[in-house]
């Protein structure tokens, strides 16, 4: 088992949400696989994720298997099996060799109506099989306008992690996306980001005493090169979930060589 103090590997996620098709998604992976392996001191300072469509877990788990790139997926059933057209389950996830997969995005909680009942069930479902979720919290401008931020996200917070057996939350992942600065070129300052991501720290330690203080924490909304390292240099932003600039090599590289 890691002590309190070692350090903490940053994960530089990718969400490619509805983007890129399975076909160009392969091209893609070779590239930036080809990109890493000619970067001869890249070492082992970050942890590199793409959560990609599920059209495109099976070629891009495939290809990337054995190499530094992760591949998850964005969202999971909350059931097991059954009668759920057009869902995907935890352990057909599972058996692609994915290991991550995001629960509770803005996106599907605002245009899918998710809320912390259902985002805890999909996060239980996802532990169960052996993958890590990244659940995602985040408030809407009004609730920061309202001085009600860090009220809101602990709430998702607390909902997303209810029964949550200890021994697997362990390997859980956190994602604080201020909904505000998704896709908007808006991102938070960085001493916001890192006076949330404490917040969250200090529940997380609360509620898990041998390993809260382990859990990454990351930052998402508007991440790109300019700003990546100033929000990765805070102490309890644990690396990024990444949109719009996880679609470009380049800027997925500079934004994973800001974590050095
Ligand atoms: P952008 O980086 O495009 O703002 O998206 C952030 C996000 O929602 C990642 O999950």
């Known amino acids: 088992m890691q002590s309190a103090d070692t350090p903490i590997t940053p994960l530089i996620a990718g969400n490619w949400k509805m983007n890129r098709l399975p076909s160009e998604a ?56 059954g009668a759920y057209t057009g869902e995907v389950s935890a352990p057909m996830l599972a058996d692609l060799g994915v290991r991550y997969v995001i629960v509770g995005h803005s996106e599907r909680r605002e245009y899918h109506a998710e809320d912390d009942a259902t985002v805890n069930a999909k996060a239980q479902r996802a532990l169960a099989h052996g993958l890590t979720p990244i659940v995602c919290v985040g408030e809407r401008q009004a609730e920061r306008d309202a001085g009600r931020a860090v009220e809101v996200v602990l709430g998702q917070l607390a909902g997303a992690l209810e029964g949550l057996e200890p021994g697997s939350a362990e390997r859980l992942v956190v994602a604080y996306e201020p909904v505000w600065a998704i896709g908007t070129g808006r991102t938070a300052t960085a001493d916001d980001a890192q006076e949330m991501c404490a917040a969250v720290r200090g529940a997380l330690r609360e509620r898990y005493p041998a390993f809260g203080a382990r859990v990454r924490v990351l930052y998402g909304g508007s991440m790109k090169p300019s700003n990546a390292a100033e929000l990765l240099a805070k102490p309890d932003v644990n690396g990024g979930l990444i949109g719009g600039a996880s679609l470009e090599i380049d800027d997925l590289l500079a934004i994973e060589r800001a974590t050095a």
């Open 26 to 81: 392969q091209a893609w992976l070779r590239d930036l696989l080809a990109r890493l392996e000619a970067d001869a001191d890249r070492g082992s300072r970050s942890e590199l994720l793409l959560c990609v469509p599920f059209t495109h877990l099976a070629g891009m788990s495939e290809l990337a298997f054995g190499t530094p790139v992760g591949i998850g997926a964005q969202d999971v059933s909350r059931h097991e099996a």
